[in-house]
């Protein structure tokens, strides 16, 4: 594998649920995030892991946990979710500083999640 | 905090001409930008980017950038569209820390 891959790649699943979306990169990375692509919307940025620490969560409803269990894995936990939580979810790896950098993201293909 | 405008969420050119999509941003920084292409079914991937030096930028697939300060712009241009290009196209912007914004997205269509 190469590259940031996601599974599944497809997710039906209904408001009682409890399901979890990983995503795995194989560039040695040190940072990875996950995204929310709507139709009609933004890119919307979830959570920021940065050498597995939890530096951003953009007031991201709890029913959406995060998991980094090291660098290269990150994990997306969903509970009891809402119809509009259907959406493309898109994970990212990026090799950044302590500064930050102008490094690029890295996209995984997403999961098409559907909440019925 | 940073914005990212695109104008025009679609735009259709025939095959063979030139292919131009609109990006602005708002910034007292220049910015690190950047611009990302999605095709279906896929996630985003790299054109290209700006950061420092030249500020016109070529990127993959025959496109390429211009970063103009004064009027706070990176335009996409491609000289001639092929029908591979129709996809969505994505400008975003970076300052310091790791956090992008990207705009909300143009639709590009390719007419034979």
């Known amino acids: 594998e190469t590259g940031v891959t996601q599974t599944p790649r497809h997710l039906v699943m209904g408001m009682t649920n409890k399901k979890s979306l990983k995503c795995e990169q194989h560039?040695?990375?040190?940072?990875m995030y996950w995204y929310k692509q709507s139709a009609k919307k933004p890119l919307e940025l979830m959570f920021v892991?940065?050498?597995?620490?939890?530096?951003e969560n953009n007031s991201v409803p709890s029913r959406f946990s995060p998991e980094c269990p090291n660098s290269s894995h990150l994990f997306l936990h969903l509970h009891t979710l809402q119809p509009e939580d259907s959406a493309l979810y898109l994970c990212?790896?990026?090799?950044?500083?302590?500064?930050?950098?102008?490094?690029?993201?890295?996209f995984g293909p997403g999961t098409r999640l559907t909440v019925l | 905090a940073q914005s990212v405008t695109q104008l025009g969420s679609h735009v259709s050119v025939s095959e063979g001409a030139l292919v131009l999509l609109r990006c602005n941003y708002s910034?007292?920084?220049?910015?690190?930008l950047f611009w990302y292409v999605q095709y279906p079914n896929q996630g985003l991937q790299l054109l290209l980017k700006?950061?420092?030096?030249?500020?016109l930028v070529k990127g993959i697939n025959g496109f390429e950038a211009e970063f103009k300060k004064s009027e706070t712009s990176f335009h996409l241009t491609k000289p001639s569209a092929h029908m591979s290009d129709a996809a969505e196209y994505f400008c975003?912007?970076?300052?310091?820390?790791?956090?992008?914004?990207f705009g909300t997205g143009t639709s590009l269509t390719v007419i034979p």
């Open positions: 700006y950061t420092t030096g030249a500020t």
């Open positions: 892991y940065n050498f597995k620490e939890q530096t």
């Open positions: 910034s007292s920084v220049p910015p690190y």
């Open positions: 560039l040695g990375h040190n940072a």
């Open positions: 975003a912007v970076k300052q310091a820390g790791n956090q992008f914004y």
């Open positions: 990212a790896s990026s090799q950044e500083l302590s500064w930050g950098s102008y490094n690029e993201q890295f």
